[in-house]
């Protein structure tokens, strides 16, 4: 079984930065591509970026694409979601996810194994 913790949500200015964190235990994490995702008030939940169980490989959203990067840790079970020039509608609650059977990891949810419970991000105008 594994367990995703994710943290560094808050209220955030638009243009401003915030970094998540997801920490993972129960498996040897750096065997797995991991996601992130996010749901937005009224909205189905969407993909965000992933990387692969090296983090040689990387995929964005286009809308995410050039302003958050993904990242991991190995060391520290943890995968990071660096946001910058963040805007109102990045507002939402973001969901780390792992994936146990690829290396690199798809942009469906439906690959994804394992969920955290999500931590909230909220974006001023």
């Known amino acids: 079984q594994v367990q995703l913790v994710e943290s560094g949500g808050g209220l955030v200015q638009a243009g401003g930065s915030l970094r998540l964190s997801c920490a993972a235990s129960?498996?040897?994490?750096?065997?797995?591509?991991m996601g992130w995702f996010r749901q937005a008030p009224g909205k189905e939940r969407e993909f965000v970026a992933s990387?692969?169980?090296?983090?040689?490989?990387?995929t964005y959203a286009d809308s995410v694409k050039g302003r958050f990067t993904i990242s991991r840790d190995d060391a520290r079970s943890t995968v990071y979601l660096q946001m910058d020039s963040l805007k109102p509608d990045d507002t939402a609650v973001y969901y780390c996810?792992?994936?146990?059977?690829?290396?690199?990891?798809?942009?469906?949810?439906?690959?994804?194994?394992?969920w955290g419970q999500g931590t909230q991000v909220v974006v001023s105008s």
């Open positions: 996810a792992l994936d146990e059977v690829r290396v690199v990891a798809g942009i469906r949810q439906d690959e994804y194994d394992y």
């Open positions: 129960g498996r040897t994490f750096r065997s797995y591509a």
């Open positions: 990387i692969s169980w090296n983090g040689s490989s990387t």
